[in-house]
């Protein structure tokens, strides 16, 4: 098992830039596959970048180019560098993860506000 806590949100200006951390504790991030998600008051919870326990990673098409995903394996880290951020990608975001084999984001963080002020 896993347990992760995020870290790292906070307000910035429209065009600024942040990085989130979402520390994991218990079985090396190794083996499973990693995510960023994001929750605005209203609205569904948004896949926003994925890293697979081979270091693959893709992002959605309203980040990309703005927001890249990493990991460190030896800090058991993952990392969300955001930049050019807009209001709409104010949120909640959270980390999850998942056994590389297993198709259900099992494990969660408990979240870190983002906002952006306009």
């Known amino acids: 098992q896993v347990q992760l806590v995020e870290s790292g949100g906070g307000l910035v200006q429209t065009g600024g830039s942040l990085r989130l951390s979402c520390a994991a504790s218990?079985?090396?991030?190794?083996?499973?596959?990693m995510a960023w998600f994001r929750q605005a008051p209203g609205k569904q919870r948004d896949l926003v970048a994925t890293?697979?326990?081979?270091?693959?990673?893709a992002h959605a098409d309203s980040v990309t180019g703005r927001f890249t995903i990493s990991r460190d394996i030896a800090r058991k880290t993952m990392y969300l560098q955001m930049s050019s951020l807009e209001p709409e990608d104010a949120a909640v975001y959270y980390c999850?993860?998942?056994?590389?084999?297993?198709?259900?984001?099992?494990?969660w963080g408990q979240g870190t506000q983002v906002t952006v002020s306009s």
């Open positions: 999850a993860a998942r056994v590389w084999f297993d198709n259900t984001w099992a494990y």
């Open positions: 218990g079985s090396s991030i190794s083996v499973y596959a």
């Open positions: 890293i697979n326990h081979d270091g693959t990673t």
